[in-house]
């Protein structure tokens, strides 16, 4: 079973950055998709970004696109979420997920994905 692990959430004001980590117990044997996901205080979990490899091209929620970018790097396990110009509504839960490929990284953002990590706290102040 596929474990995830967070690092790097905190308390940021507003239009700072921060980049968020996630350790992967497997990764990278082939095709495989990866996302970060948001819970905000009240609000449904949305996706923020997602990566599948067998697309090759990352989706991005509208709320973050250009502000946030995702990446990975496969020799560590690691796959990151750099986060910049940081609003007070982008406070929050951060998610890492994983799944098999599905040649459509907008998938598993719209629908989730079946491993989970436990989640870091993200607080943007204003």
């Known amino acids: 079973e596929v474990q995830l692990v967070e690092s790097g959430g905190g308390l940021v004001q507003a239009g700072g950055s921060l980049r968020l980590s996630c350790t992967t117990s497997?990764?990278?044997?082939?095709?495989?998709?990866v996302g970060w996901f948001r819970q905000a205080p009240g609000k449904e979990r949305e996706g923020l970004s997602c990566?599948?490899?067998?697309?090759?091209?990352?989706y991005y929620a509208d709320s973050v696109k250009g502000r946030f970018t995702i990446s990975s790097d496969n020799a560590k396990n690691t796959v990151y979420l750099q986060m910049n110009n940081l609003k007070p509504e982008d406070t929050g839960v951060y998610y890492c997920a994983a799944d098999g490929p599905r040649g459509d990284s907008r998938y598993y953002c719209v629908y989730g994905m079946g491993y989970w990590g436990k989640g870091t706290l993200v607080t943007v102040s204003s």
């Open positions: 990566f599948d490899s067998s697309d090759g091209t990352p």
């Open positions: 497997e990764f990278a044997s082939g095709d495989y998709a």
